[in-house]
């Protein structure tokens, strides 16, 4: 009788063995829905392609500045404006530190211990290209949503990684929305050139609004992308992020291939 019981216990216990699995991962998936962002932050840290395009807009950019510069009669009052975070350095490291511990990254609760010890990498080709813009003698204000209570570090981080024109005034961070700090810029020099990975680096119409309506000013906005307005790709966070996918609306059909 004591066998059987044995025997019953562990057949019992091998039947209930992939249920309590399955419902772990389940479990573990719903307290982990970070991990959505996998593949787009693999994307923004680890392809080619990536590179390819950052390499890529920032080469752009540098042809429209050559012929700015080349047009102007006086290129000291000419000016770019630029963002920082994932336009000029790539913050991915914190992301993927937070995604690997189940973090939810875009609540931004990680971001200020990051501002004060991380080090950012810099996007292929920033450095070339700014270091160009100041040897061309155009001025460079770089416009961020980084705190201003910690500025310092940001300075410092600057400073570190070697980028031109780095100083309390030319570094403008989150206060006012990014369209009245351009204006502060605006209103002794002509910025010839933003970048930018978020819309709202570019234009207030793109700040706080639906995506539909993004779409709507970008195609209406199309003559000032890579002319005046350089974008970045940035797939590891944005006001898309959320955004429903649209599914061809057809029964799956599988063919070897």
């Known amino acids: 009788m004591t066998e059987k019981r044995i025997w019953l216990g562990l057949a019992l216990s091998l039947l209930s063995a992939p249920l309590a699995f399955a419902e772990s991962a389940a479990q573990g998936k719903a307290e982990c829905s970070v991990a959505e962002f996998t593949m787009g932050l693999r994307f923004q840290q680890q392809s080619a392609e990536i590179q390819a395009l950052q390499l890529q807009a920032y080469n752009i950019a ?6 700015a510069v080349a047009a102007a009669k006086d290129p000291s009052r000419l000016a770019i404006v630029t963002d920082l975070d994932e336009t000029v350095i790539d913050n991915s490291a914190l992301l993927a530190r ?3 511990n189940c973090h939810q990254y875009d609540a931004w609760d990680t971001w200020l211990p990051w501002e004060r010890d991380g080090m950012p990498r810099l996007i292929p080709g920033a450095k070339q290209f700014l270091e160009h813009a100041d040897k061309l003698g155009v001025t460079i204000r770089y416009i961020s949503d980084r705190a201003d ?4 570090y940001t300075l410092a981080t600057l400073s570190k990684l070697g980028l031109p024109q780095v100083s309390a005034d030319s570094v403008l961070l989150l206060g006012p929305p990014k369209v009245e700090r351009r204006a502060i810029v605006s209103a002794d020099h002509q910025i010839v050139m933003l970048l930018g990975d978020t819309l709202h680096d570019f234009d207030a119409r793109f700040r706080k609004t639906p995506l539909d309506a993004q779409r709507k000013t970008v195609a209406e906005e199309a003559d000032k ?3 005046e307005w350089i974008v970045f790709p940035n797939a590891s966070y944005g006001t898309w992020s959320k955004a429903p996918l649209e599914g061809w609306q057809a029964e799956p059909v599988v063919e070897p291939w």
């Open 149 to 152: 209570q910690q500025k310092k």
């Open 98 to 100: 937070d995604l690997a």
């Open 62 to 67: 540098t042809e429209k500045l050559d012929k």
């Open 225 to 227: 992308w890579s002319v």
